[in-house]
């Protein structure tokens, strides 16, 4: 019941505190606690039983008393006040105003956590958003409604690489309401100002809503912030029928709040002391992206989380993998060749790709030739080994083309300035430039329609012939 | 799954006792020692639906397959004195329910896009009516596998209902004339007493009963080149697909899923992603069975409990998917069961168990967890049902192992119970080589016992397979070499094998789902086209011995060709891979005459 009090608790451990049964405290509601210096601290109920409650709070625990602490129940989950207003709106990570202005003039709440899309409602996401970037657009392509969640380390270029695709994505069928969600957990405040700067510069800071819960904020904080985002997010695509991108920074912090709550609450650890149902709570954040039958709005979710030690089998990276609808790998490797955006294209992926490319959407020759330069660029990499052991040359002619190709695939193709901004039909025309270096019987998995309808015949000759290592 | 009352037989007493303690999807009530174990209740005041896996002096622990949030301890629990059962009659096929079978079609249109706790919908619609045609009259004896009469579902399936397993000997006093009924309708009524209706239930824990097991003797075929021939799985056989992300699990399901000759395909999205589901639900309804020519919709059911929804709904998904393969494979039809993926399943298992504070085993799952994985794949298998007639379940279930590392414990205890395993490898998904099926660490025990079936198709698949493998191998070896120092430094023999073996990947092995011409390719075509490639390897070897240098060998038109007959050669014009290897046939000709010129 809400403003139900209750005195003293009777254990204070980590973010959880205990306190004596209360009556109708609800599973997962809200109560707000306060300690001896009357500050309010807001936690959840994580455990309810006759005799106590846990409360798992979102702030810090520091001055709480056993004798002297007061529990209010609130009688009510989490909840994120939501409107039009929320365009270009700053919040903290637990959604109150962060900008100094009230809060929005709105009587609608909703619970942040949301409810699961029934899956026969959802609708198949197959628009292609053309990002400008050709290691995306080409090789790994965005859908709207999309999860594509970029795999970065410390020190990568991943901030810059989102901020581009933010101010260049676009879809080549026309004009649509859009928004942009940001959600940052426990980034500096300069990321937090990167990202306003950039949005400021396209313009488009109006239509951004931000929940910012920064490096120096509790660590707990942050396992809501995403909530709020996608409430926010969910709010602005179904209810008023946006095409919303929401930007999560950085979900490894998120993840390793969560290890420290499950680890505070004494649970039975699973890889790396993260706790067994991380898959199911990062999906509970992953899968609210999509489109929903009945409605004009989506959601793409672009997460971006920073491998610990660039090991992508850290748990992290491994289940989030499991979820979104692949990933965009960046290299340390090129990174320091001095190469943008440093994409590694191989072990990247995007699923829902097959649907939103081809004829109609992209362009007929989309498929095959993106097939083809994966198959092609795979012969590089294991051809680069062959080299760093016999040296380049020994190697055959063939493998020497392969070689060549390779290199001028990621200085051509894969690299791009921070502000170039490709077409489609550009990216793919660069590709088919490429692969005129390779002998016409290596491009098995094109077929010959394609090949005579694409392939540059005199064009790039001039360029081959200049090459060495031509037979 | 009817949290409802029970339907015919003695009424269950219900039992109705108070939460004492909530924490996430486990609940512990007190005042319900009189129900059973694995008894379903309805939890709190929203009376969601919940199951009871644990009695102790506390009282029960209840797992609720909805979300909690709001329930307050103090709130009513009520056991309906039955363990947890699906809903088995006409209305299946076609339908896509979530993991404690609700019909999410349904839910949609009463409660809108998102699933709220406390939804409910019939699992099987009761007003629509079916057309049933009796097949017994009364006076007849009836006992377990008697055929009651059969119900035309779709196009493809004709439904049997039969008596139920476990119904005692008796003879029917009335039966319902030919006509429409609902599943709710009595059709027969025994001397004993026993109201017959037109759908039935059973509890998802418990495997139905069969006559008795059957080998597995007949190929599941599936279309997929890699599969079919080099390691083969066979009706009533389980298969593993582990793979880290990435790696084309899912759609290795899919295609399967889509193209096997399996007569029922139940697909149990356990835990994965909700527009893989989304894609199942579009996609399969357009596409048309290569054998029926109707859309393939007609024979399948949807089961998706996607990774956002409640965990232990997603443990009984496995279950209700079983079960209902096993209603169907009970009428006699071949069903083949995807689960993807299992190692969501553990997972949940792992949940629950945490939150029950069980001591863990490895890696924090729970002892019994090769248990589980040894009841669930032994549902599956080749049996002569209680009618008498043979059916059988295939299981293809997805594994999902962290970091791609097949070490862990459920891809290792998988492994335990299956026969079949196709690894799906890194490299060659990076390379978007699909279906990314390594051929160095798959295997099929099934292969000894199918071959009787292809030696009447085809007397050359058992030798093809070996030569093929044996190929594979000796070309993984000269890989080895060939990454130390080149594969210019081989003699012309083993450069062959490298030749040979990339024709083989990417002429046979690598299969494109999205190619018209190549995403089915029937059981002649494969053989053909592998036929085609090895006599490329043994005329190049002969013209080797000639002194044919390997450059003109590798030159040759016809080789070319050969890589590409899979996407080019239709099923159904297969003659034109014979005539290309005849082609290629001359073209050795020719060469080896050339050389034999210069030599001479």
């Known amino acids: 019941m809400r403003g139900l009090e209750h005195r003293g608790l009777s254990r204070a451990e980590g973010p959880i505190v205990i306190a004596r049964r209360v009556e109708t405290a609800g599973y997962g509601e809200m109560a707000a606690v306060y300690g001896r210096d009357g500050a309010r601290r807001v936690g959840r109920v994580v455990d309810?039983?006759?005799?106590?409650?846990?409360?798992?709070?979102?702030?810090?625990?520091?001055?709480?008393?056993?004798?002297?602490?007061?529990?209010?129940?609130?009688?009510?989950?989490?909840?994120?006040?939501?409107?039009?207003?929320?365009?270009?709106?700053?919040?903290?990570?637990?959604?109150?105003?962060?900008?100094?202005?009230?809060?929005?003039?709105?009587?609608e709440r909703r619970e942040v956590n949301g409810d699961p899309i029934n899956p026969a409602a959802?609708?198949?996401?197959?628009?292609?958003?053309?990002?400008?970037?050709?290691?995306?657009?080409?090789?790994?392509?965005?859908?709207?409604?999309?999860?594509?969640?970029?795999?970065?380390?410390?020190?990568?270029?991943?901030?810059?690489?989102?901020?581009?695709?933010?101010?260049?994505?676009?879809?080549?069928?026309?004009?649509?309401?859009?928004?942009?969600?940001?959600?940052?957990?426990?980034?500096?405040?300069?990321?937090?100002?990167?990202?306003?700067?950039?949005?400021?510069?396209?313009?488009?800071?109006?239509?951004?809503?931000?929940?910012?819960?920064?490096?120096?904020?509790?660590?707990?904080?942050?396992?809501?912030?995403?909530?709020?985002?996608?409430?926010?997010?969910?709010?602005?695509?179904?209810?008023?029928?946006?095409?919303?991108?929401?930007?999560?920074?950085?979900?490894?912090?998120?993840?390793?709040?969560?290890?420290?709550?499950?680890a505070s609450r004494g649970e039975v650890p699973s890889r790396k002391g993260y706790p067994g149902y991380l898959y199911s709570d990062l999906a509970s954040v992953y899968e609210r992206a999509g489109k929903i039958e009945g409605s004009a709005g989506s959601i793409t979710q672009?997460?971006?989380?920073?491998?610990?030690?660039?090991?992508?089998?850290?748990?992290?990276?491994?289940?989030?993998?499991?979820?979104?609808?692949?990933?965009?790998?960046?290299?340390?490797?090129?990174?320091?060749?001095?190469?943008?955006?440093?994409?590694?294209?191989?072990?990247?992926?995007?699923?829902?790709?097959?649907?939103?490319?081809?004829?109609?959407?992209?362009?007929?020759?989309?498929?095959?030739?993106?097939?083809?330069?994966?198959?092609?660029?795979?012969?590089?990499?294991?051809?680069?080994?062959?080299?760093?052991?016999?040296?380049?040359?020994?190697?055959?002619?063939?493998?020497?083309?392969?070689?060549?190709?390779?290199?001028?695939?990621?200085?051509?193709?894969?690299?791009?300035?921070?502000?170039?901004?490709?077409?489609?039909?550009?990216?793919?025309?660069?590709?088919?430039?490429?692969?005129?270096?390779?002998?016409?019987?290596?491009l098995g998995r094109i077929s010959r329609a394609m090949i005579d309808k694409y392939l540059p015949k005199e064009g790039d000759g001039a360029d081959e012939k200049r090459s060495p290592d031509q037979v | 799954m009817m949290p409802s009352g029970p339907r015919g037989g003695g009424a269950p007493k219900a039992v109705q006792g108070r939460i004492t303690r909530i924490s996430g999807p486990v609940v512990v009530a007190e005042g319900l020692g009189s129900a059973g174990l694995?008894?379903?209740?309805?939890?709190?005041?929203?009376?969601?639906?919940?199951?009871?896996?644990?009695?102790?002096?506390?009282?029960?622990?209840?797992?609720?397959?909805?979300?909690?949030?709001?329930?307050?301890?103090?709130?009513?629990?009520?056991?309906?004195?039955?363990?947890?059962?699906?809903?088995?009659?006409?209305?299946?096929?076609?339908?896509?329910?979530?993991?404690?079978?609700?019909?999410l079609e349904r839910l949609k249109e009463s409660s809108g896009s998102f699933i709220k706790s406390g939804l409910r919908g019939e699992s099987l619609s009761t007003r629509r009516k079916w057309p049933f045609a009796p097949a017994i009259k009364p006076g007849d004896s009836i006992g377990p596998g008697t055929l009651l009469g059969t119900v035309r579902e779709t196009e493809l399936v004709e439904h049997r209902v039969f008596a139920p397993p476990r119904s005692p000997p008796c003879k029917a006093s009335h039966v319902a004339p030919a006509g429409e009924y609902t599943v709710d309708d009595e059709i027969v009524e025994t001397d004993s007493g026993l109201r017959l209706r037109l759908a039935q239930e059973w509890p998802v824990r418990q495997a139905r009963p069969a006559r008795r097991r059957l080998a597995p003797?007949?190929?599941?075929?599936?279309?997929?080149?890699?599969?079919?021939?080099?390691?083969?799985?066979?009706?009533?056989?389980?298969?593993?697909?582990?793979?880290?992300?990435?790696?084309?699990?899912?759609?290795?399901?899919?295609?399967?899923?889509?193209?096997?000759?399996?007569?029922?395909?139940?697909?149990?999205?356990?835990?994965?992603?909700?527009?893989?589901?989304?894609?199942?639900?579009?996609?399969?309804?357009?596409?048309?069975?290569?054998?029926?020519?109707?859309?393939?919709?007609?024979?399948?059911?949807?089961?998706?409990?996607?990774?956002?929804?409640?965990?232990?709904?997603?443990?009984?998904?496995?279950?209700?998917?079983?079960?209902?393969?096993e209603y169907y494979r009970d009428m006699g039809y071949d069903v083949a069961v995807m689960a993807d993926s299992t190692s969501r399943w553990a997972e949940a298992l792992r949940e629950l168990s945490g939150r029950l504070e069980e001591m863990p085993a490895e890696e924090g799952f729970p002892a019994y967890l090769p248990t589980r994985l040894a009841e669930f794949y032994e549902r599956g298998g080749r049996v002569e049902t209680l009618a008498g007639e043979p059916g059988s379940i295939s299981i293809i279930g997805a594994v999902s192992p962290p970091g791609g590392d097949f070490s862990e414990p459920v891809t290792q205890h998988t492994k335990r119970f299956i026969r079949c395993f196709w690894a799906l490898d890194?490299?060659?998904?990076?390379?978007?080589?699909?279906?990314?099926?390594?051929?160095?660490?798959?295997?099929?025990?099934?292969?000894?016992?199918?071959?009787?079936?292809?030696?009447?198709?085809?007397p050359g698949w058992k030798e093809l397979r070996a030569r093929t493998l044996e190929l594979m191998k000796r070309?993984?070896?000269?890989?080895?070499?060939?990454?130390?120092?080149?594969?210019?430094?081989?003699?012309?023999?083993?450069?062959?094998?490298?030749?040979?073996?990339?024709?083989?990947?990417?002429?046979?092995?690598?299969?494109?789902?999205?190619?018209?011409?190549?995403?089915?390719?029937v059981p002649e075509k494969q053989l053909l086209i592998?036929?085609?490639?090895?006599?490329?390897?043994?005329?190049?070897?002969?013209?080797?011995?000639?002194?044919?240098?390997?450059?003109?060998?590798?030159?040759?038109?016809?080789r070319e060709r050969i890589t590409r007959l899979k996407g080019e050669v239709p099923n159904d014009r297969i003659d034109e891979i014979r005539a290309a290897g005849r082609e290629l046939g001359a073209a050795f000709g020719e060469l080896g005459l050339k050389y034999e010129r210069e030599d001479g």
């Open chain 1, 122 to 262: 959802r609708v198949y996401p197959r628009d292609f958003i053309q990002t400008g970037v050709s290691a995306i657009d080409g090789m790994n392509t965005l859908i709207r409604g999309q999860k594509l969640p970029i795999f970065s380390g410390n020190g990568l270029p991943h901030n810059r690489l989102a901020a581009q695709i933010v101010r260049q994505a676009r879809i080549l069928s026309g004009d649509e309401p859009f928004a942009i969600v940001f959600a940052g957990m426990g980034i500096k405040y300069d990321v937090a100002r990167f990202f306003i700067d950039a949005f400021e510069r396209s313009g488009v800071l109006s239509r951004v809503v931000m929940f910012l819960s920064l490096a120096d904020s509790p660590s707990i904080e942050r396992l809501v912030t995403p909530k709020c985002a996608l409430t926010a997010a969910e709010y602005l695509a179904y209810g008023m029928g946006m095409h919303v991108l929401v930007v999560l920074t950085d979900m490894t912090n998120y993840c390793e709040a969560l290890r420290e709550v499950s």
């Open chain 2, 530 to 558: 592998l036929q085609t490639i090895l006599e490329f390897h043994d005329l190049g070897e002969k013209a080797l011995k000639q002194g044919v240098p390997l450059s003109d060998i590798i030159g040759l038109p016809s």
């Open chain 2, 38 to 103: 694995y008894d379903v209740v309805e939890v709190g005041e929203a009376r969601l639906a919940g199951e009871i896996i644990r009695m102790d002096g506390r009282g029960a622990t209840i797992q609720v397959y909805e979300d909690d949030t709001g329930m307050k301890p103090g709130e009513k629990v009520v056991s309906l004195g039955r363990p947890l059962s699906v809903s088995l009659g006409p209305g299946l096929i076609g339908t896509i329910y979530d993991g404690i079978q609700r019909p």
């Open chain 2, 217 to 325: 003797s007949e190929p599941l075929i599936t279309g997929l080149r890699v599969i079919d021939v080099l390691f083969p799985l066979s009706k009533g056989g389980c298969a593993a697909v582990p793979g880290g992300f990435g790696t084309g699990k899912t759609m290795t399901q899919h295609a399967i899923a889509k193209f096997c000759d399996a007569d029922i395909i139940v697909y149990v999205g356990c835990g994965e992603r909700g527009n893989e589901m989304t894609d199942v639900l579009t996609e399969f309804p357009k596409l048309v069975d290569p054998r029926t020519g109707r859309s393939i919709m007609e024979r399948t059911i949807l089961i998706a409990n996607t990774s956002n929804m409640p965990v232990a709904a997603r443990e009984v998904s496995i279950y209700t998917g079983i079960t209902l393969a």
């Open chain 1, 302 to 442: 672009i997460p971006i989380l920073s491998m610990p030690n660039d090991d992508i089998s850290n748990p992290i990276p491994d289940l989030t993998g499991y979820i979104t609808e692949g990933q965009i790998v960046l290299d340390r490797e090129l990174f320091q060749r001095g190469a943008y955006p440093s994409i590694s294209v191989l072990p990247s992926l995007s699923r829902l790709m097959k649907d939103g490319i081809g004829e109609g959407m992209t362009r007929d020759d989309h498929k095959e030739l993106s097939s083809q330069l994966f198959a092609a660029y795979a012969r590089t990499k294991s051809v680069r080994n062959l080299a760093s052991i016999i040296g380049e040359e020994e190697l055959s002619p063939l493998d020497k083309r392969f070689l060549r190709f390779g290199e001028r695939f990621e200085a051509e193709f894969v690299s791009q300035a921070e502000d170039e901004d490709r077409s489609i039909g550009q990216t793919l025309d660069i590709g088919w430039k490429l692969l005129s270096g390779l002998p016409r019987d290596e």
């Open chain 2, 426 to 458: 890194r490299d060659l998904a990076n390379a978007r080589h699909y279906p990314a099926i390594s051929w160095i660490d798959s295997y099929s025990e099934y292969a000894e016992e199918l071959r009787e079936w292809w030696d009447r198709k085809d």
């Open chain 2, 475 to 521: 070309e993984q070896k000269l890989e080895q070499i060939v990454r130390l120092i080149g594969a210019d430094a081989l003699p012309d023999e083993q450069r062959l094998i490298l030749v040979t073996a990339e024709m083989i990947k990417n002429g046979f092995l690598q299969q494109s789902s999205f190619d018209e011409v190549d995403k089915y390719c």
């Open chain 1, 48 to 107: 309810s039983s006759l005799e106590s409650i846990a409360i798992q709070l979102f702030a810090s625990n520091a001055g709480l008393s056993i004798d002297d602490t007061r529990v209010e129940l609130l009688g009510r989950p989490l909840e994120l006040r939501v409107g039009p207003d929320l365009l270009g709106r700053v919040f903290d990570g637990l959604g109150e105003p962060a900008d100094g202005y009230p809060r929005i003039l709105s009587s």
